[in-house]
Structures are given as structure tokens and as C-alpha cells.
Nanobody, 122 residues
Framework: EVQLQASGGGLVQAGGSLRLSCAAS????????IGWFRQAPGKEREGVSC???????YYADGVKGRFTISSDNAKNTVYLQMNSLKPDDTAVYYC????????????????WGQGTLVTVSS
């Protein structure tokens, strides 16, 4: 059974930091790109960051320089370090896995995890 377990969300003040974790199981982790998406209330889900199987990383323009994605392949876990958080970063954050980066870009990954809520207060 494929599982993507996101954790690490919470309430933080603007300017603060959080680290999200996505623990994966049930598939060959090394063969997949892992991405983070978010969905704010009343808005569509959007891509935040992605790390491919060869370690390449991608970021949405709005988070570049503030968020860092990394992977611990020994633990089948991907992290999203979020610094200098803003109220606009408030959303439910989801991790997802995809064999093809194109599917990730099109918000059609092979697997979705459950979300973790990040709330940034002003």
C-alpha cells in the first residue's frame, strides 16, 4: 500500500519557520519525484516545490529563496524547510509522488498524500 505521510504543519508567526516532512512507503522511492503542493482556502491547489530522483530541485517563484526541499533517501523522506513565512503561505500542504516530472507539473502525480495545515499569523 502506497503511503505518503505529511507532517510538521502548525501555527507560526510571520517571519517564522517550519519544516514539513513527507514519509513515503509502498513504492520504490528512488524512482520517483516527490513534490509539495498547497491549497489555501478558496484557492486552487498549486505546486510549491519538487525534488527529482536525481536530486534536481524546483521551486515556485513565490517561495524561491525562502523554502528548501531536500531528500533523505535512506529514510524515504522528503523535507520542506520553510523560512521567512508569510501569511500568504497559509494553506494545507500536500506531498505527492510521481515517476514523471511532467505529471507533477500538471498536478497529476501518481500518488497524493494527506495534507498538513500550515497557518501563518500576521
Amino acid at each position: 500500500e502506497v503511503q505518503l505521510q505529511a507532517s510538521g504543519g502548525g501555527l507560526v508567526q510571520a517571519g517564522g519557520s517550519l519544516r514539513l516532512s513527507c514519509a513515503a512507503s509502498g513504492f520504490t522511492f528512488d524512482d520517483y519525484a516527490i513534490g509539495w503542493f498547497r491549497q489555501a482556502p478558496g484557492k486552487e491547489r498549486e505546486g510549491v516545490s519538487c525534488i527529482t530522483s536525481d536530486g534536481s530541485t524546483y521551486y515556485a517563484d513565490g517561495v524561491k529563496g525562502r523554502f528548501t526541499i531536500s531528500s533523505d533517501n535512506a529514510k524515504n523522506t522528503v523535507y520542506l524547510q520553510m523560512n521567512s513565512l508569510k501569511p500568504d503561505d497559509t494553506a494545507v500542504y500536500y506531498c505527492a509522488a510521481s515517476r514523471l516530472i511532467e505529471a507533477m507539473v500538471n498536478l497529476m502525480p501518481d500518488y497524493w498524500g494527506q495534507g498538513t495545515l500550515v497557518t501563518v499569523s500576521s
